[in-house]
C-alpha cells in the first residue's frame, strides 16, 4: 500500500465550527506532513511528526490543532477559522523526515472552504 | 534566501509535441532535486530525484536534468498526452544539520491540447 489517504475530501464549515481532517498512511512512514496550499501557489509546510512527535510547528496559528494518535493516523483539528484559510489541505508521509531522499508521498488534499 | 523559480509560468502545446520546463534555483545547502506532478486537486507525485552529481535522470517520457554549477535544472516532456495536462512544481530540499526542508517552486502549468 502506497498510498495516503485523506478525509474529507471537500469541507465547508463557518467561523464558529470546530471541524477535523484526517490522513491516513500504512507504509511505515515515521514522518508525516501537514501542508496547506492556495490557488497557484505551491505547497506551504505546516507541522512536521516524527516518530509521533510534533518536530516543526512554521509559525501556524494556535486555530489549527494537529494531532498524531498513531504512526499511521495524522489529524488536524479546526477551530474559529477565517475565510483565508480556504485552502487545499494536503497531508504527506515519509520514511523519516532527517533524511532529504526519503520521498515525501502526499495525499490528494481536503479542499477547505471557510464561509 | 532559499528560492526556486520556475518558467513558464503556463504553457499550452498540442497533443504529440515535445516540451521543456525550467526550473533555476538559489538553495543552500542544496541535498536534491525533484520534479513533482500535480494533478488539479490533487496531491504532487515525485516523477524525479536529482542528487548534486547527476546529471539526468528520465522516468518513461520525462527526463529531468541538473547542471549544479548554474543552478538549474529543466524537464523535458516528450511527445506529450492529454494526461500530462497538469502543474509541474521543482522541489529542492536543503540540508541544514538535522532539519530538512523542502523549497516549492511555483510551478509551470501545463494545458496539452488536442
Known amino acids: 500500500d502506497t498510498e495516503v489517504t485523506q478525509t474529507p475530501k471537500h469541507l465547508v464549515m463557518g467561523m464558529t465550527n470546530k471541524k477535523s481532517l484526517k490522513c491516513e498512511q500504512h507504509?511505515?512512514?515515521?514522518?508525516m506532513y501537514w501542508y496547506k496550499q492556495k490557488a497557484k501557489k505551491p505547497p506551504e509546510l505546516m507541522f512536521v511528526y516524527s516518530y509521533e512527535k510534533l518536530s516543526i510547528n512554521e509559525s501556524v496559528p494556535s486555530r489549527f490543532s494537529p494531532e498524531c494518535p498513531n504512526s499511521s493516523l495524522l489529524n488536524l483539528h479546526l477551530h474559529a477559522l477565517q475565510p483565508e484559510d480556504s485552502a487545499l489541505y494536503l497531508c504527506a508521509s515519509s520514511q523519516d523526515w532527517r533524511s532529504s531522499y526519503n520521498e515525501q508521498f502526499f495525499g490528494p488534499g481536503t479542499r477547505l472552504t471557510v464561509l | 534566501k532559499n528560492q526556486v523559480e520556475q518558467s513558464p509560468q503556463s504553457l499550452i502545446i498540442l497533443e504529440g509535441k515535445n516540451c521543456t520546463l525550467q526550473c533555476n534555483y538559489t538553495v543552500s545547502p542544496f541535498s536534491n532535486l525533484r520534479w513533482y506532478k500535480q494533478d488539479t486537486g490533487r496531491g504532487p507525485v515525485s516523477l524525479t530525484i536529482m542528487t548534486f552529481s547527476e546529471n539526468t535522470k528520465s522516468n518513461g517520457r520525462y527526463t529531468a536534468t541538473l547542471d549544479a554549477d548554474t543552478k538549474q535544472s529543466s524537464l523535458h516532456i516528450t511527445a506529450s498526452q492529454l494526461s500530462d495536462s497538469a502543474s509541474y512544481i521543482c522541489?529542492?530540499?536543503?540540508?541544514?544539520?538535522?532539519?530538512?526542508?523542502?523549497?516549492f517552486g511555483t510551478g509551470t502549468l501545463l494545458a496539452v491540447q488536442p
Open positions: 507504509m511505515g512512514h515515521r514522518a
Open positions: 522541489v529542492v530540499s536543503a540540508k541544514d544539520g538535522a532539519t530538512n526542508k523542502l523549497i
